[in-house]
């Protein structure tokens, strides 16, 4: 149901978006509406027309080797569905977290200059309220590639570091 | 064709809302659903950029929504990308059609 | 510090002492936020240690809230600036009225969490950190009139209650709700930030009151109608999502099952009354902005929009209630089911025959204080039985009556408060809204009476089902143990929702002192509107 009034509210968003522009701009917006559709239309013609014209022509001649990924002519080993370490997902959102407050600090310098002491003290407390936080991932091991060091929250346990050495995600 | 005005950063915003949508309610992948969501957000951003720059000079309001908007997408795709590591430990899939324990 | 920023001339006309004070409950809770970032850092991980601190700042920001609360008693401030147009935070009677019963419920969930983590507990500061987000958040939620700080606001209070929900991470029902919230919750707020971003291009502004009356103007002419009913659908998505209104509320009894009992406590009563009194202060700005002779025409249909809301989401939280086994996903429905009664509040003063606005809001304000009482007893037992048997199926509680008597009598009491049984407070909270709908006295205002009645009648059964479960059923399961300071919670609700009852008048008097003066805060009054002519749409140059 959820579905139904997502499509019925995206389609009416694109049509009023549309009704707008023409009631603006009539002939400029017919002539986009319409490059608009001949493109989308030569786009889907192409794809779907050349497969067609493929699936038609080309002889049917099945082969497993076919099936197979192309990988510079060497054989495939194995799915390329492998799990990565979850570590990596771990590191990469520590990064999103601290990199996209970069954003934030952006039109701050702009007018820093002009504001003058108070965009000082605002950037202390905006510093603030990051410098702790990244304290904390630090102080807590989630910066650690490997966790083994001492200020980490949990001791390892034997299991945990035979299956570290093995290379595979500490639990 | 005439010189690029509001109108056409509009459309894009829309049809990228669209995709975004068509994404949310066609993809069983959590992630999947969570790109889609991305889609929407920043249609959002083209759309008070654009409105910004051709609604006269010396506006930033939409300009910095739009900063906002980012932070606001990255905070929420961090937590996001938490939730499904959890739910992957879990149930070993985030497709949301497993997660279908809780029901009445 | 601050006298060097006032002297500054970028702060000049500010003064920057005066705001500080009037926001300061809201920046000491973000400061405990921080002393408990800082813990786990200086001096450990330590449950009791964490819990002392989050006490500390929960005290310290009550006691600001209730001086601000003098302060801004004669009317509020808006804006926090300069300019109140360009504002974006507001102090008034109402917000620091959410704050003061959201920082008491606050304490609450925070003794029923402290009570209910074992000694090995390591996770406190995460879980206050948590917290403490998303009270911060509803806190900004309730106390602004501009979008992008409502925008802002609601994430805020999101974001760390997705986390909250999935916060046992061992918990498979735990984290498969804790995705679903989180995916329902995406999708909603994407919507509304784009509703948010269409309204800005309608308009100019992104002050509320601004907003409004491009949108009022469109509404009437008939210009860019579609796309504005479009952009105030996206916006409302993403609050009604909050409230768990009717087509958005399928997360609220997956995420309040599979969360743990303290967290479901916890939103089921501020995330929605934030969201209840950010809804009502649009609608306010809105019906504020619709001069007398097109009033009919335009607000009516909007007064029967929420009525019918209202009614189809309190009679589907009711019958979807009917049938659970599960007490916390009945507790869930019953949510749902309140939420719609509370929305019968905001249709009162939406709606063109009413010119009792205050009337409307303050019925709202008392219900959400009446409101939180009974939850946080009725989830408060749940809870020890929970902690107690390990499961919170209906049959744990057979014999309650006899097994703990102290845990069983304040659960009558909160539930027969929840039906809106008299003699306990939950009768005064519905009584007050049927008295404003049926001053109505049209079609609306007895439709809504009717639903709700009827309602009720329906919510005494389960209601009903839980009490002989506990009192006419025995099925020899030995004595309950619970903690002594739990059994105090739960009667100190229960004892509180007798006083309110008895000092029905006193409540009233309360409540509409808190909603007074508002309005201005709420339009950014001080600013004349025209004097930055908004450039709509139509006139842009390309």
Not at chain 2, 94 to 102: E, F, I, K, T
Not at chain 3, 138 to 144: A, E, F, K, Q
Not at chain 3, 157 to 175: E, H
Not at chain 3, 422 to 429: D, L
């Amino acid at each position: 149901m959820m579905i139904y009034q997502m499509t019925a509210l995206a389609t009416t968003i694109l049509a009023s978006a549309e009704t707008t522009n023409v009631a603006l701009h009539t002939n400029s917006n017919l002539e986009l509406v319409l490059g608009i559709i001949m493109f989308t239309a030569a786009g889907f013609g192409i794809v779907f027309g050349g497969l067609t014209v493929g699936s038609v022509v080309r002889p049917k001649l099945f082969h497993p080797e076919k099936g197979t990924a192309y990988e510079c002519g060497e054989p495939a080993i194995g799915d390329s569905w492998v799990q990565f370490d979850l570590r990596f997902y771990t590191v990469a959102l520590v990064f999103i977290v601290f990199d996209v407050e970069i954003a934030l600090l952006w039109p701050w310098a702009v007018v820093f200059k002009e504001m003058g002491a108070p965009a000082f003290w605002a950037f202390i407390v905006f510093f603030l309220l990051i410098a702790i936080p990244f304290a904390y991932e630090w102080k807590s091991g989630y910066l650690t590639w490997v966790r083994a060091s001492s200020g980490q929250r949990h001791k390892p346990l034997l299991k945990d570091k035979v299956e570290m050495a093995a290379g595979s995600t500490p639990a | 064709m005439e010189h690029i005005g509001l109108t056409h950063y509009l459309v894009v915003a829309a049809v990228l809302f669209c995709c975004g949508i068509f994404t949310m309610t066609t993809k069983r992948n959590a992630i999947g659903i969570l790109i889609g969501v991305e889609l929407v957000l920043n249609s959002t951003g083209i759309n008070l950029v654009a409105f910004d720059r051709y609604m006269g000079p010396g506006r930033l309001d939409g300009q910095v929504v739009a900063i906002f908007l980012i932070v606001l997408a990255a905070a929420e795709t961090a937590l996001a990308v938490g939730i499904c590591i959890n739910v992957y430990k879990n149930l070993s899939t985030v497709d949301v059609d497993a997660a279908s324990q809780l029901r009445g | 510090m601050t006298m060097w920023l006032a002297q500054s001339n970028a702060w000049a006309g500010i003064d920057v002492t005066r705001h500080l004070f009037l926001f300061s409950p809201m920046l000491t809770l973000v400061c405990t936020m921080l002393a408990v970032v800082a813990c786990p850092i200086i001096v450990g991980r330590s449950a009791k240690t964490i819990g002392a601190v989050v006490v500390m700042g929960i005290i310290a920001s009550f006691i600001l809230a209730v001086r601000v609360a003098g302060e801004v008693a004669g009317g509020g401030i808006s804006g926090l600036s300069t300019q109140p147009a360009s504002g974006m935070l507001l102090v008034d009677n109402l917000s620091i009225a959410f704050q003061l019963i959201l920082l008491i419920f606050m304490g609450g969930v925070t003794y029923l969490w402290w009570m209910g983590s074992s000694d090995s507990e390591e996770n406190a500061p995460e879980f206050f950190i948590l917290l403490l987000g998303s009270a911060v958040g509803m806190g900004l939620m309730v106390s602004t009139s501009n979008l992008l700080m409502i925008a802002l606001a609601i994430e805020t209070a999101s974001l760390p209650s997705y986390a909250m929900v999935g916060f046992d991470k061992r918990d498979r029902r735990g984290a498969e709700a804790s995705l679903k919230y989180l995916i329902f919750g995406a999708i909603s707020a994407a919507i509304m930030l784009y509703g948010i971003s269409l309204l800005y291009g309608l308009s100019g502004s992104l002050s509320v009151a601004i907003v409004a009356q491009h949108c009022i103007q469109s509404l009437a002419s008939g210009h860019n109608l579609v796309i504005t009913l479009v952009a105030l659908m996206c916006l409302l998505s993403g609050i009604a999502f909050k409230i768990s209104a009717f087509p958005f509320h399928f997360w609220c009894p997956d995420a309040f099952e599979g969360a743990k009992i303290e967290v479901t406590a916890w939103l089921s009563v501020a995330s929605k009354s934030a969201a209840l009194i950010l809804l009502a202060r649009l609608a306010m700005v809105f019906c504020a902005g619709v001069s007398a002779p097109e009033a009919i025409g335009m607000l009516s249909p909007l007064a029967w929009g929420i009525g019918i809301m209202a009614a189809i989401t309190c009679t589907l939280g009711n019958f979807a209630a009917y049938k659970q086994t599960s007490a916390k996903r009945l507790l869930a429905y019953s949510s749902i089911a309140h939420a719609g009664y509370m929305l019968m509040a905001i249709a009162v003063f939406v709606h063109p025959h009413s010119d009792h606005g205050q009337e409307g809001m303050s019925a709202l304000l008392t219900y959400i204080a009446i409101y939180m009482f009974m939850n946080l007893g009725a989830f408060g037992v749940v809870a020890m039985v929970v902690w107690d048997t390990g499961s919170d199926n209906l049959a744990s509680f057979t014999g309650l009556l006899r097994r703990a008597p102290l845990l069983a009598v304040p659960m009558i009491i909160c539930l027969m408060s929840l039906v809106g049984l008299p003699p306990f407070a939950g009768f005064i909270g519905k009584w007050w809204i049927l008295v404003a709908l049926g001053r109505l006295n049209d079609s609306l205002g007895w439709f809504l009476v009717i639903t709700a009645v009827v309602n009720t009648l329906i919510s005494l059964y389960y209601y009903m089902r839980i009490v002989v479960q506990m009192s006419l059923r025995d099925d020899g399961q030995p004595a309950l143990s619970f903690p002594l300071g739990g059994m105090a919670l739960v009667n100190i609700c229960a004892i509180a929702l007798f006083a309110m009852f008895g000092f029905a008048q006193p409540l009233k008097t309360t409540s509409e002192q808190f909603t007074r003066n508002i309005f201005d805060t709420t339009m950014a009054k001080t600013v004349v509107v025209d004097a930055a002519p908004a450039q709509p749409i139509e006139s842009v140059q390309r």
